[in-house]
């Protein structure tokens, strides 16, 4: 059973840095995806940034593209979202999810930028971005 746990969350002012971090534990050689998605208030959670496990591939939402970086660490498994030139309108709860399912990894793809769907999700952790 994988879990995932977040860590890094917290409040930055517009235009400023964070660095997000997923801790994954009975991560095994069938995950096929880990992502980043993220819940607005009185918004659906959307997917923002996808890393494919065995390709190395990375992938963004049109609203994050240029400005986060999905990266992992292969020795850990622990995935990071590098957030940069932060706007007001990245304040959400970030999610971490992972799968092991190749389909479900690749209708992620498709939908970045709205609802995805993932087998595994950690709790969440708040980033308020501030003027």
């Known amino acids: 059973q994988v879990q995932v746990v977040e860590s890094g969350g917290g409040s930055v002012q517009t235009g400023g840095s964070l660095r997000l971090s997923c801790a994954p534990s009975g991560f095994t050689d069938d995950t096929r995806c880990m992502a980043w998605a993220r819940q607005a208030p009185g918004k659906e959670r959307e997917g923002v940034a996808l890393i494919a496990i065995r390709s190395g591939g990375t992938y963004y939402s049109d609203s994050v593209k240029d400005r986060f970086i999905i990266s992992r660490d292969k020795s850990t498994n622990t995935m990071f979202l590098q957030i940069d030139s932060a706007k007001l309108e990245d304040t959400a709860v970030y999610y971490c999810?992972?799968?092991?399912?190749?389909?479900?990894?690749?209708?992620?793809?498709?939908?970045?930028?709205?609802?995805?769907?993932?087998?595994?999700w950690g709790q969440g952790t708040q980033v308020t971005v501030s003027s």
């Open positions: 999810a992972a799968d092991v399912t190749a389909m479900r990894c690749a209708d992620a793809i498709q939908n970045l930028g709205q609802e995805v769907e993932f087998t595994y």
